[in-house]
């Protein structure tokens, strides 16, 4: 209990400090800090290390189910399996996988965004009348 307090803290000072910077979040769960797809993961992202700063990028490693079982539970990841969640500057999940993700996809979903649609409010297609 009396390490919860201070885990709590450290997570919500990196959170507002994240939200306040104005950077994406990448969180990266795992059962623990042995799984391979993690350690793959993290050797990608240390390898492109440049590219991450350029585009602002905040990494945060999960890898202990039962210290961090609320960021788990908040994020609805699987707490024995690796997940990779991108989070928009905004606080919003930008893109999420199972897998790890190549630094080169990773960068090219944050550059290049895809296209959300756009609702008008009507719903009935339009058709041109001549």
């Known amino acids: 209990m009396k390490y919860f307090a201070t885990i709590f803290f450290f997570w919500v000072f990196f959170t507002v400090s994240a939200e306040a910077q104005g950077v994406r979040r990448l969180l990266l769960f795992a059962g623990d800090s042995t799984n391979t797809d993690l350690k793959l ?22 890898a202990d189910a039962r210290t961090f079982r609320r960021m788990y539970d908040h994020h609805d990841v699987d707490r024995s399996e690796f997940t990779l969640v991108l989070m928009r500057k905004d606080g919003t999940e930008q893109y999420r996988s199972e897998k790890p993700v190549p630094t080169k996809e990773l960068f090219e979903l944050i550059d290049n965004p895809p296209v959300q649609a756009t609702k008008t409010g009507n719903s009935k297609p339009q058709s041109s009348q001549n």
């Open 41 to 62: 993961q993290r050797q990608w992202l240390e390898a492109d290390s440049s590219g991450v700063v350029n585009r602002d990028i905040w990494i945060a490693v999960f």
